[in-house]
């Protein structure tokens, strides 16, 4: 059964940090690639940031370019956002995807709420 467990998210002042974190299991996790997505109230959900499966080759959205950082553990099975600088339109549900070929799984999302 494949799962994609999403974690970190809160609320956190303008100019904080937080991790995210993305547990995967049920699938050959080292084989896909992992991207990021955030969907804010009434807007279209877009790309955050993207790995390879390898973790060699990563790409950003223009939006968080210098203030978020992808990564990934695979003998750990888990993905990470680190998140900077955060800004109040940063604030959205974050999910997780796993991606390879026909194959195209999510995670539930994890709130980010940037706000004083």
């Known amino acids: 059964q494949v799962q994609l467990v999403e974690s970190g998210g809160g609320l956190v002042q303008p100019g904080g940090s937080l991790r995210l974190s993305c547990a995967a299991s049920?699938?050959?996790?080292?084989?896909?690639?992992m991207r990021w997505y955030r969907q804010a109230r009434g807007k279209e959900r877009e790309l955050v940031a993207g790995?390879?499966?390898?973790?060699?080759?990563?790409n950003y959205g223009d939006s968080v370019k210098g203030r978020f950082t992808i990564s990934r553990d695979n003998a750990k099975n888990t993905m990470y956002l680190e998140m900077n600088r955060l800004k109040s339109e940063d604030t959205a549900v974050y999910y997780c995807?796993?991606?390879?070929?026909?194959?195209?799984?999510w995670g539930q999302g994890t709130q980010v709420t940037v706000s004083s």
């Open positions: 995807n796993a991606v390879r070929r026909e194959y195209d799984y």
């Open positions: 049920g699938f050959t996790f080292s084989s896909y690639a």
């Open positions: 790995i390879s499966s390898a973790g060699g080759i990563t």
